[in-house]
């Protein structure tokens, strides 16, 4: 018996992950002189990765660690118009609009009228905010949380913050390491929704458990409905 469905933010509810792509387009275009396009994408990976105990997730971090991706390619040769690019991108990619994924508006709104809803999503505070209110989804959700990091121990925290045992929380994900399996691991159950679209952090190549995966996120009505019954 499901009392509580959660969602993830980025790549479940709204788009996201595509405008990192357009940007590291465009940031490939920029640098292109100096350095191949493939390179320049690893290096970026690596910088974000190892930033990210600074950083933390989101936009921000992914904007200094561009530009340190920048100079690290380019031996510090880089002009302040170069960064000053990179800094428009930023501020591009936090206004960027916040479009719903297919379906979504519907799914939720059926499902509300049924069980509580929440959405676990990781980031930026300010930023996610930001979204979550551009979204129009907002009111329709009985718990948000914003976190630095999804893991076991931040799931069971947020739970028990939404009053439910883990067992009876759904969560739905586009991310098997961050959404699926810390949900898995803690008793709660999860459905992966894919999204067109993975950052190779969150990337796993064997998933150590068996979850359901569906294609389009309305599957998830009938999922919670066999679960209610079952
Ligand atoms: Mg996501």
């Known amino acids: 018996m499901i009392e509580v469905v959660a969602f993830d933010g ?41 930033n990210l105990k600074f950083f933390g997730y989101g936009v921000k971090g992914f ?9 690290d390619v380019c031996d510090g040769e880089i002009t302040g118009a170069e960064v000053a690019t990179m800094l428009d991108w930023i501020k591009e990619m936090l206004g960027d609009p916040v479009e719903l994924l297919p379906g979504v508006e519907e799914t939720v709104e059926a499902l509300r009228t049924t069980h ?27 718990h948000v ?30 991310s098997v390491r961050s959404d699926i399996e810390p949900v898995l691991a803690i008793g709660g159950q999860a459905v992966h929704v894919p999204y067109d679209i993975t950052w190779q952090h969150e990337v796993v190549d ?25």
């Not at 980025?10 to 640098?31: M, N, P």
């Not at 121990?153 to 969560?171: C, H, I, K, N, Q």
């Not at 309305?218 to 019954?229: I, M, N, P």
């Open 145 to 174: 949380a914003i976190v630095s990091e999804k893991d076991e121990t931040t799931y069971l925290r947020v739970f028990a913050d939404w009053g439910v045992s883990p067992e009876r929380v759904l969560m739905v994900g586009n």
């Open 10 to 50: 980025d790549d479940t509810l709204w788009h996201h992950e595509r405008i990192f792509t357009d940007i590291s387009a465009r940031f490939r275009e920029l640098l292109k002189h100096h350095v191949d396009g493939n390179i320049l994408d690893e290096v970026l990976l690596a910088t974000e990765r190892s």
């Open 63 to 71: 904007g200094l660690s561009l530009i340190e991706t920048a100079l």
């Open 206 to 230: 064997a998933p150590q458990s068996d979850f359901p995966v569906f294609d389009d996120v309305r599957r998830v009505l009938g999922h919670v409905e066999r679960l209610g019954r079952s």
């Open 116 to 142: 509580r809803l929440g959405i676990v999503t990781k980031g930026d505070l300010f930023d996610q905010e930001g979204k979550i209110a551009r979204s129009g989804l907002g009111e329709r959700f009985d």
